[in-house]
T-cell receptor, first 117, second 112 residues
């Protein structure tokens, strides 16, 4: 299957700092990427849909100014957690949508574990 | 919430046995997909079933879809210890385009 690279895999930061997470589709162009958040032993919660060249679409309850998303190219989307606080500690996962041959399959990155002290 | 529900939440079986997981959802779907997640890792796509399909097979996996009951099941036959993981169904709804909404997941443990 297609490869999606997510970086970093784990980040520890102090409260109040900002953290940027990158999501890259390595072998296909992804006009649409998604960002999810997952708490321990829970399901993935869709945070936002990232569309190349346009503003991201956020799910209800997700703060746009807190979770900044940039999808500047067909292979890269970034999520910046601004002024992180301990309650932002979570596992963040990105995915890239492969629409080729009408697949409509999301390929996932390995996730980023964020720990805010 | 558009999130689906899965049952059981946890399943423990002996190696070689079959494992069945179920997923229910609430509104009309475009397609339904099953994913697997090993602890602390990203998700791996297993199989996609479209709303006009009733059953699909992929290796030891068998997925069924009953749109009248708004439910799907994933059967893993002849389970192996390496199948130990969490399994999620993801629904793609007709009116939301490409967004996926994940079920609550089933944690499968296969005992060697």
């Amino acid at each position: 299957g297609a490869v999606v690279s997510q970086h970093p895999s784990w980040v520890i930061c102090k409260s109040g700092t900002s953290v940027k997470i990158e999501c890259r589709s390595l072998d296909f162009q992804a006009t649409t990427m998604f960002w999810y958040r997952q708490f321990p032993k829970q399901s993935l919660m869709l945070m936002a849909t990232s569309n190349e060249g346009s503003k991201a679409t956020y799910e209800q309850g997700v703060e746009k100014d807190k979770f900044l998303i940039n999808h500047a190219s067909l292979t890269l989307s970034t999520l910046t957690v601004t002024s992180a606080h301990p309650e932002d500690s979570s596992f963040y996962i990105c995915s890239a949508l492969d629409k080729s041959i009408a697949k409509n399959i999301q390929y996932f990155g390995a996730g980023t574990r964020l720990s805010v002290l | 919430s558009q999130q689906g529900e899965e049952d059981p939440q946890a399943l423990s079986i002996q190696e070689g046995e079959n494992a069945t997981m179920n997923c229910s959802y609430k509104t009309s779907i475009n397609n339904l997909q099953w994913y697997r997640q090993n602890s602390g890792r990203g998700l791996v796509h297993l199989i996609l079933i479209r709303s006009n399909e009733r059953e699909k097979h992929s290796g030891r996996l068998r997925v069924t879809l009953d749109t009248s009951k708004k439910s799907s099941s994933l059967l893993i036959t002849a389970s192996r210890a390496a199948d130990t993981a969490s399994y999620f169904c993801a629904t793609v709804f007709s009116n939301t385009g490409n967004q996926f909404y994940f079920g609550t997941g089933t944690s499968l443990t296969v005992i060697p």
